[in-house]
């Protein structure tokens, strides 16, 4: 069995109406980054996440990390606790704004940050005079962080969430929509997310005051005058009217989406179900999983490299579980509170083709070679 044609990790999907949004910005000239596509793609992101959440369409999630951590009050000096186990977009804005990360390691549940750990941070830190500015918890590949737990241990030592949904719109925590789970919340559409915009993010908020001011700063931070002046530094972060009218279309499959890449998952079960060396990250009954991608994990590093080099010699991508943030020769020097789960993981695990534009013969060549390359 042979790809035909090149099978992609996650590639973007198109639901048909997403042109038309954007001839619409053509026809009327808004192709600056206002407009009527912008307003109605954040109102319809504010209606599908629910939680009274006011949205901000910026240019990407690393920028609505950005503004997120300077609305909370980020600024040099600081340090902030970040998740070890994620992409580096969670962390290199901690470092624009002159702030130092602290990396915490995951439980092995969910992947994510590691209540135990966090607690162990933020009670070393506050022994040596420095208590953290925020906590940015990740839902990695779509599973929900232990929010309940996390969220206890922000109020019990007063320190904000920044909860970062990248890779989880269209997953839930008991019941609430991830992406309304934090003080402030970020989602991200790069080609390769659950919907995409080509690029862009989005900031999430509770509050009107802070989305006019995540806007604010995302437009160069221009003052009220009929001049141009600024009081202070902004960025030229907001979404373009053209990139929201691909997001509008792209809403309206959210749904579609989800439903698919769960499938895929659930044929990536069925498969291996009978294979000992390979197995899956469960799902909480309390969670609901957008299954971004679809992971596995297997016994070692040599194993894992064995499927992954199978696979890219029938031109089928596949990548290694993210590389934590503390072995990152750009964060050696930071400091981490770990017990080596993440580690584990990045030499064990595996990420399989999820797009919701597979085929089922692609997901039947997949399983065939995952399956061959362990004989």
Known sequence: MIAKTKIWLSSPHMGGTEQQYVQEAFDSNWIAPLGPNVSAFEHSLENYVGGDMFAAALSSGTAAIHLGLKILGVSRGDEVLCQSFTFSASANP???????????????????????????????????????????AVHLYGMPYKADEIRALSEKYDIPVLEDSAEALGSTYKGQKCGSLGD?????????????TSGGGALLTRDQKQKEKAVFLATQARDEAPHYQHSEIGHNYRMSNVLAGIGRGQMEVLDERVAARRSNYAYYKDAFQDITDITFQKEHPDFYANRWLSCILTPSYQVREQIRLALAEQDIESRPLWKPMHLQPVFQDA?????????KLFDTGLCLPSGSNLREEDLELVAYHVKKALV
Not at 99 to 104: D, E, S
Not at 113 to 120: A, D, M, Q, R, T
Not at 335 to 343: A, K
Request: glycine share 6%; hydrophobic share 40%; no cysteine.
């Open 94 to 136: 901690i470092v624009y704004l002159g702030a130092t990360p602290v990396f915490i390691d995951s439980e092995t549940d969910t992947w994510n940050i590691s209540p135990e750990l966090l607690e162990k941070a933020i009670k070393d830190r506050l022994a040596k005079g420095k208590k953290p500015k925020a906590i940015i």
């Open 335 to 343: 400091l981490h509170f770990s017990d080596g789960t993440s580690e």
């Open 184 to 196: 402030l919340s970020i989602l991200s559409f790069n080609g390769n997310k659950i919907i995409t």
